[in-house]
């Protein structure tokens, strides 16, 4: 099992290793096999428009990255460095910081581990928590999220990182997701019940990925 803390406020595509060099598949690469017919309702009706969804996408990818930048940077006291990011995208990131900024106020959040590597030798897999900390007191799993809504599969992920997290010896007592929009007030937290069955859901999701493999399956 490997942990790396990777520099802010860059966040790289990361490869899983194992000790002996071997790629394991990340938490989001696993979850990727989940259907997911709201999405392509959602890219079907953009194509309509005459909007391409893949730059949509992208663009929201950017704008989750930058927020995220943002909240690891304010965490851990370092400068946060836009670099050479898109103005748009910037002030869109800086609404959804400032929405974690007024959540923040009305908690006592102690960070440990933000955005930390985690690989699992005995399941084979790997995943990058966005922040596991002391929140009022208890040992919390958070996830960061900056889209509209909260899907069930953020669910499915958290539930892996909580497994990499107490693989690595750190106990976890909540798991939570927190949503972050584009106005202050649009700030929106859900705790994670049932995490074995989620977990479960994930560990099942693994398996089909390595039969996948095995077969050399052609999608």
Known sequence: MTK????HPVRVRRRYLLEDGTVVPG????????????????????GLEGI??????EQSARIGTLTHA????????EAF???RADPGELRQAEEAFRCFLRWREEHSLRPILCEASLV?????YGGTPDCYCILDGKP????????????????????????????????VEELRVLRLGKAEEDCEARGV?????????????LNIYYLRKDLAWRS
């Open 4 to 7: 790396k803390q990777e520099p």
């Open 140 to 171: 919390v799993l958070l996830d960061f999220k900056t889209g509209k809504r909260i899907y069930d599969e953020y669910f499915v992920q958290l539930a892996a990182y909580a497994r990499l997290l107490r693989e690595q010896g750190y106990p």
């Open 52 to 57: 391409d969804s893949a730059s949509v996408t």
């Open 81 to 83: 460095d836009p670099e």
């Open 27 to 46: 938490v989001t690469t696993v979850t990727g096999l989940l259907s997911k017919p709201s999405l392509v309702r959602w890219a079907n009706k953009l």
């Open 193 to 205: 019940a049932e995490q074995e069955k989620w977990f479960s859901l994930f560990e099942n999701l």
């Open 70 to 77: 943002m909240i690891c940077a304010c965490l851990l006291g």
């Open 120 to 124: 699992s030798a005995k399941l084979r």
